[in-house]
């Protein structure tokens, strides 16, 4: 023995659902931009690591003569502010 069909909770609470219905909407709405916004950061930030990527691949890296050159180089100038810094 169910209710009749004047007592059905579609019945009894229209003005209700509709309520609830135009609630659910404006919070799927106001969430919407929040989504794209952060599936933009994502997209973003996977482009900038990808160009950092190709940016340290594409870097001309000295060879072994080279970074001999420049070890020794350093060696100098830290020698010469070691002996600067022992005047002061």
């Known amino acids: 023995m169910g209710l009749p069909e004047q007592y059905s909770p579609g ?3 229209p003005q209700e659902k509709a309520e609830i219905a135009a609630i659910r909407q404006e919070e799927k709405r106001a969430a919407e931009p929040k989504r794209v916004s952060k599936r933009a950061r994502l997209v973003w930030s996977a482009k900038k690591r990808l160009a950092l990527n190709d940016i340290r691949s594409a870097a001309v890296q000295p060879a072994a003569k080279d970074k001999d ?6 060696a100098r ?11 002061l």
């Not at 100038?77 to 005047?87: C, D, F, I, T, Y």
């Open 69 to 74: 050159a420049i070890a020794a180089a350093l």
């Open 77 to 87: 100038v830290k020698e010469k502010q070691a002996r600067l810094h022992s005047l």
């Open 11 to 13: 019945a009894i609470f």
